[in-house]
């Protein structure tokens, strides 16, 4: 029993490791079951994209940075899958300037996937700062406001602009991937409030209930909370991924957290009961 007492602590920190690791290697596939009841907000953001005809275009705007992207990336893709999936065009901005990168990613491996062509079937423009201000110009005259993509490429010359320009004509819904400020309280308050475009939000887990009330209220088409929700995002495209892994690798790291708790307790009590001071 003294053993216990005089365990090294880092073999507790080596096992919660292990548990988080593990599963992101060789994922678990646990079961993730998505209904509408429970979640609501994933699958009405879902619902909404899924129901758009061909040809339609949507914004996606990466509004956050690495320390955020395990949670929003996977939803950036999964949602750029999807939209490819359905035949349907995007755009990408990024009001915070790490978030170009992730955008990056998501739509060449999008583009790759699905056969779909840059200028023609999506476009990235790149960082924007200025926060509500940008959001505000974003809308009114997207191409005034983004001169040229990524890539260097005039506006005026990017087919998938053309017929986009003022109000966003032609785009069906707004997507912000928030990790905070300028994000989801912006594009509801320019995009919604002023030009009512309908705006969907990806958020983290720590934010989702300040943005519930805007989803309960009509305000968000649909709120993706944390990686929870991204895992329920890539179940209902049933096409799991990053999300569904992490999730494999929290529920694993959150049994082996209780283990501990309870195997301390014990060994707690029984020394104890032995007259030793726990």
Same mark, same amino acid.
């Given at each position: ?6 365990? /090294? ?19 678990? !596939?646990?079961?993730? &079951?998505?209904?509408? !009841? ?15 005809? $061909? ?42 300037? %790490? ?17 779909? $062509?840059?200028?023609? !079937? ?7 700062? @200025? @926060? ?6 974003? =809308? ?16 005026? $010359?990017?087919?998938? #602009?053309?017929?986009? !320009? ?7 819904? &707004? *997507?912000? #991937?928030?990790?905070? /400020?300028?994000? *989801? =309280? @912006?594009?509801? %308050? ?9 705006? =969907? ?32 995002? $890539? %179940? ?9 892994? @992490? ?10 957290? =209780? ?20």
């Amino acid at each position: 029993m003294k053993r216990f007492f005089e365990l /090294d602590r880092r073999i507790i920190f080596l096992f919660i490791a292990l548990a988080v690791a593990v599963p992101l290697v060789l994922p678990l !596939n646990i079961p993730i &079951i998505v209904n509408k !009841n429970d979640s609501k907000a994933v699958w009405e953001a879902y619902s909404f994209i899924d129901s758009l005809p $061909e040809n339609s275009i949507i914004l996606v705007s990466f509004d956050f940075d690495p320390a955020a992207a395990p949670e929003l990336y996977p939803m950036g893709k999964s949602i750029i899958e999807h939209a490819f999936s359905k035949d349907i065009d995007v755009i990408v901005v990024a009001l915070w300037p %790490q978030g170009v990168r992730f955008a990056e990613n998501a739509l060449n491996e999008g583009a790759s996937k699905y056969g779909k $062509e840059r200028w023609k !079937n999506y476009v990235n423009l790149g960082y924007k700062s @200025g @926060g509500i201000v940008a959001i505000d110009n974003i =809308i009114g005259d997207i191409r005034k406001t983004c001169p040229r993509d990524l890539t260097g490429k005039s506006a005026d $010359e990017i087919e998938l #602009l053309q017929g986009v !320009n003022f109000n966003l004509d032609r785009v069906s819904v &707004i *997507v912000t #991937l928030s990790a905070g /400020d300028p994000g *989801v =309280i @912006g594009w509801v %308050q320019i995009g919604k409030d002023k030009y009512e475009k309908q705006i =969907i939000a990806g958020c983290t887990a720590v934010s989702a209930p300040a943005y519930t009330p805007y989803f309960n209220s009509g305000q968000l088409q649909g709120l993706i909370g944390g990686m929870a929700g991204a895992a329920d995002y $890539e %179940q209902l495209l049933e096409n799991p991924g990053m999300a569904s892994s @992490g999730m494999g690798a929290q529920s694993i790291a959150h049994v082996c957290i =209780i283990v501990f708790i309870l195997f301390g307790n014990v060994v707690y009590f029984i020394g104890k009961r032995d007259g030793k001071d726990g």
